[in-house]
């Protein structure tokens, strides 16, 4: 009997929860109960309304490039991009922003993009409790976040500065890109992250600085301030007291281990610095501990600023780096030699170029550039009458008739009336070595062996007149003929020299040779390094990346 009770109050329980279930999927309630499609009212509103919303000024931020956005939209009929079912932002609106946040990692100031607004409207659009009021901030939000994706992926592909012949004569990379197409094709294979980070330059050297500047904001200070190092041969106290409040200063150190780990710390700096490690206070070394944290951060800066400036490299090349003071050679764009280098000094600067190689110069003459010999040459003669016949300087003519030096009245020549040639025999004595790396420009900047081996030993290798002299540079000749599958060889260069005669040899394949000025580098695990910023170019540059961010 209790069994037959128990079994009727379940089925009575059952029965009563069905009845109850089956209430709420009554017909006539449910239009009450759907759920609202607020992404498609939204997209609605957005299209008979863009009219109004896709203005010059959004939300009080000015939008420039109006034209970009429209095209965008109009291609895309007029959908939307960055506003969820809910009317927030969605995924990729959240990356986006994220991303310009984060935009110092890029090496781009983070006052190129209006962050607190749109930081401001982002909070308004969620704390709207109606999704029904929120159709015009997410508007507004949505024509933002995209005229910011195209603007921001302009500054990584092409750089913030709209001119830069200032600051490079090499000429720019033509910006091509369709940015509004460029989105629409990124949004439509839901890949728009993805594609933004993809306008950034491919040149692997670009692409391990980014990744090295952002391991570098991970730990490292950008303060303005800096500790006057002196040389340890002015004062050794003094000198490594300074010394080590400069590495605790740039976070090589720190208070508790500046006495037992100074040496290995200095060692590291001065490694990554391009100096010797040595752990001694030089002058370079003092010279570098006496720049401070934030100079290095901008140095990475502009930098990345000037590589996205450069159109793409051929996989074979000659490439030199003049603050690095470094030849590289590459073949299907890997490293294959490297050769110390001396550049031009400070007055006497190197320029930027891409240019070809085009001639190997066996037994070079050299040819005295007129403002060497009224400069430096001239001078020498009046104090010294043998100095030509000594050191294999001849003397022509303008129609290079050859003139006996013993004729000419040197004391009456001046820079003014210097109407004469002068032209040094090859030889080891020759200011050109024993071989020359001809790629014809107008500023007559060549590659060339050098007598002058000490200057190679030095740290800094700023002395020339703006050619540029080469260690091994015989081993250079030999590779390039080599691999020019040339009629000439090395042995024809060796012969040449023995015979003391000059001997111009034509390359069948120009290699391409890339001057550059870059004052960091990293590897591909984002390991900086720091070279001096010989010519004080940087300077310029910050200062008109700084106007550029103003006016925006």
């Not at 010999?373 to 003669?381: A, D, P, R, T, Y």
Request: include cysteine.
């Amino acid at each position: 009997m209790k069994k037959i009770l128990l079994y009727s109050i379940i089925i009575f329980a059952l029965f009563s929860c069905a009845k109850k279930k089956n209430k709420t999927v009554k017909s006539e309630d449910i239009t009450a109960i759907s759920k609202t499609d607020f992404k498609t009212n939204f997209h609605k509103y957005f299209a008979s309304n863009h009219d109004t919303i896709i203005t010059s000024s959004v939300a009080n931020i000015k939008m420039d490039s109006l034209q970009w956005v429209h095209d965008f939209y109009k291609g895309i009929n007029y959908a939307t991009v960055w506003i969820n079912d809910s009317i927030q932002l969605n995924q990729n609106g959240n990356r986006l922003l994220q991303q310009l946040h984060q935009s110092k990692n890029y090496g781009l100031d983070t006052r190129l993009y209006p962050l607190d607004k749109l930081r401001d409207l982002s909070l308004k659009l969620s704390e709207i409790e109606k999704i029904e009021d929120r159709d015009t901030i997410a508007g507004q939000m949505d024509v933002l976040l995209t005229y910011f994706y195209m603007l921001h992926g302009k500054h990584l592909n092409y750089g913030i500065l709209e001119s830069v012949e200032k600051h490079t004569t090499v000429p720019r990379k033509s910006f091509t890109i369709n940015l509004p197409n460029y989105l629409k094709q990124a949004y439509e294979a839901d890949s728009i992250m993805e594609k933004l980070y993809d306008l950034q330059p491919k040149h692997t050297e670009y692409i391990n600085l980014q990744k090295g500047l952002e391991k570098y904001l991970k730990t490292a200070s950008l303060s303005t301030e800096n500790v006057n190092v002196v040389n340890f041969r002015k004062d050794s106290i003094v000198s490594k007291a300074q010394a080590k409040k400069a590495l605790i200063l740039h976070q090589y150190l720190s208070e508790e281990n500046k006495d037992s780990l100074f040496v290995s710390a200095l060692e590291k700096f001065q490694t990554e610095h391009a100096l010797k490690p040595d752990g001694v206070v030089g002058s370079n070394t003092a010279k570098a501990l006496s720049v401070s944290p934030n100079e290095y951060y901008q140095r990475l800066v502009v930098d990345l600023e000037r590589w996205r400036w450069k159109k793409p490299f051929s996989a074979t090349r000659i490439y030199v780096n003049i603050p690095s003071y470094e030849l590289q050679l590459f073949k299907n764009d890997n490293l294959v030699e490297k050769h110390i280098v001396v550049v031009g000094s400070y007055k006497n600067q190197t320029p930027e170029m891409v240019d070809s190689l085009k001639y190997i110069i066996a037994y070079p003459y050299w040819n005295v550039p007129r403002k060497i010999s009224v400069k430096e040459i001239l001078g020498k003669i009046k104090r010294d009458s043998t100095y030509l016949t000594r050191n294999g300087y001849e003397i022509m003519t303008k129609d290079r008739e050859t003139v006996d030096p013993t004729m000419v009245d040197w004391e009456s020549v001046n820079s003014r009336n210097f109407n004469y040639l002068i032209r040094q025999g090859g030889g080891s004595s020759n200011a050109l070595g024993l071989v020359k790396f001809i790629f014809p420009n107008k500023n007559a900047i060549y590659l060339h062996d050098t007598p002058s081996k000490r200057f190679l030993k030095r740290e800094r290798r700023a002395y020339s007149h703006g050619c540029i002299r080469v260690q091994n540079a015989l081993e250079l000749a030999k590779y390039l003929l080599d691999e020019d599958v040339n009629k000439y060889d090395i042995k024809t260069v060796k012969t040449s020299i023995k015979e003391k005669k000059e001997r111009w040899i034509r390359l069948n394949n120009k290699v391409s040779i890339y001057l550059q000025y870059l004052t960091t580098a990293a590897d591909d695990s984002g390991n900086i390094t720091f070279y001096e910023d010989v010519y004080k170019l940087n300077k310029s540059l910050m200062k008109d990346m700084r106007k550029s961010i103003q006016l925006n």
